[in-house]
């Protein structure tokens, strides 16, 4: 009579929650990552699947993350901003060299190569 005054079911009331022993839970996470330090949850619960254990997941992540075995993400490093330099001109000639080679083709299909070489320096008037 009281439940149904407050709005409670009497199966509420009376529901009491199964307290589970997690304690072969944490023996086996502490185990597998005493062995594999760098291994995270996914790679740790599939070892406890092929081990034959067959909790569930969520439970499994919540003693996981109970433990604070969680490991922290690495974040990418950021490349510093590049700040490009002005070429420099030679100053005399004979200084700085450039060479390459080059491909081409005449009228006739014939193919040829060509390897070039420039002396960089420019003549300023």
Known sequence: MSCAIVGLSRCAYYYQAKLQDDSVIVSVLNAITDRHLRWGFPKC???IRKLGYRWNHKRVYRVYC???LNLKTKRKQRIPPREPEKLLAPNKQG??????FMSDSSRNQRRFRTF???DDFIVRR
């Open 45 to 47: 619960f599939n070892r």
């Open 66 to 68: 109970e433990l604070k």
């Open 116 to 118: 070039n070489v420039i």
């Open 95 to 100: 200084e700085c060299w450039s060479m390459d």
